[in-house]
Nanobody, 122 residues
Framework: QVQLQESGPGLVKPSQTLSLTCTVSGASIATDYYYWNWIRQPPGKGLEWMGAIAYSGSTVYSPSLKSRTSISRDASKNQFTLQLSSVTPGDTAVYYC??????????????WGKGTLVTVSS
């Protein structure tokens, strides 16, 4: 069974860099056509897609967050990581990692982590 688990600090100070890791079990992040996403949900708001790293290691980001976002991976540990720089209280959200399958046809996000709340506050 595929499982994703987010981990990282629950509290980050303004202007610092938020860093979260998603550990995947039951599937390899290097398997063809799988994309590994970061998505967040601020309190009282909808889901916001942040970016993804592909099975090949290539990345794609939301245009609105691209200047502050970096996604990388450690295939040997089957983990991928989100870094969001220069955070503000507006970045307070529950952060999720999720898997997507895409081979030319979009199949949606089929597995999600439980999410982790990150609060940006001094």
């Amino acid at each position: 069974q595929v499982q994703l688990q987010e981990s990282g600090p629950g509290l980050v100070k303004p202007s610092q860099t938020l860093s979260l890791t998603c550990t995947v079990s039951g599937a390899s992040i290097a398997t063809d056509y799988y994309y590994w996403n970061w998505i967040r949900q601020p309190p009282g708001k909808g889901l916001e897609w942040m970016g993804a790293i592909a099975y090949s290691g290539s990345t794609v980001y939301s245009p609105s967050l691209k200047s502050r976002t970096s996604i990388s991976r450690d295939a040997s540990k089957n983990q991928f990581t989100l870094q969001l720089s220069s955070v503000t209280p507006g970045d307070t959200a529950v952060y999720y990692c999720a898997r997507e399958y895409y081979n030319g046809t979009y199949y949606g996000l089929d597995y999600w982590g439980k999410g982790t709340l990150v609060t940006v506050s001094s």
